[in-house]
């Protein structure tokens, strides 16, 4: 492949919450159309509790697995009650992206203003992998793929792209 080749990924996403079901996630169906329209493919797509310990076991798996490319999770990232996505997810990277996070929250500044410190969003490479943890909301999701992970995600972007590093992707 050249590098101005468009390379599609396969991209599993994670719904953190205690009351949603696939009939009513919107923000896990807004990735999901986001990353398709873009081009990649969705490798999985689910929704667990608000409980570290599954969802650690699922992204765990998920980035065990060799056909999984990217993960992105929504929802927990909070601070209240059960919100424990980030420390569910940041054992798990080999190394975190803090830019990720900190772009996030600037962005997030420009639509929420000062409610966006609330924000623990969170990206990161473990078993190359790419994580990404975005907060629950609908709004989240389109600023987090469409701002940030989209690109990063497109081989074609320059100077530089997450896409390229990504090991598995020449053995494809």
């Not at 590098?3 to 205690?18: G, K, M």
């Not at 190359?128 to 690109?151: E, H, M, N, Q």
């Amino acid at each position: 492949m050249s590098d101005t080749e468009f390379r599609p990924l396969n991209i599993a996403v994670l719904t953190v919450s205690d009351s949603r079901t696939l009939e009513d996630d919107t923000s896990g169906q807004t990735l999901q159309e986001r990353l398709t329209e873009a081009g990649h493919r969705l490798a999985d797509r689910r929704i667990v509790p608000d409980d570290i310990y599954r969802i650690r076991a699922v992204v765990s798996a998920w980035i065990a697995d060799p056909e999984v490319d990217v993960v992105i999770t929504t929802g927990g990232t909070g601070v209240t009650g059960r919100d424990g996505t980030p420390e569910a997810v940041s054992v798990l990277l080999d190394k975190e992206l803090e830019g990720f996070g900190e772009l996030f929250r600037m962005l997030s500044w420009e639509e929420i203003g000062s409610s966006s410190l609330q924000s623990r969003a969170l990206g990161g490479v473990a078993n190359g992998t790419y994580v990404f943890c975005l907060p629950g909301s609908t709004g989240a999701c389109r600023t987090g793929w469409d701002k940030l992970i989209a690109t990063q995600l497109d081989s074609r972007t320059r100077p530089c792209n997450l896409a390229i590093l990504i090991p598995r992707l020449g053995e494809r």
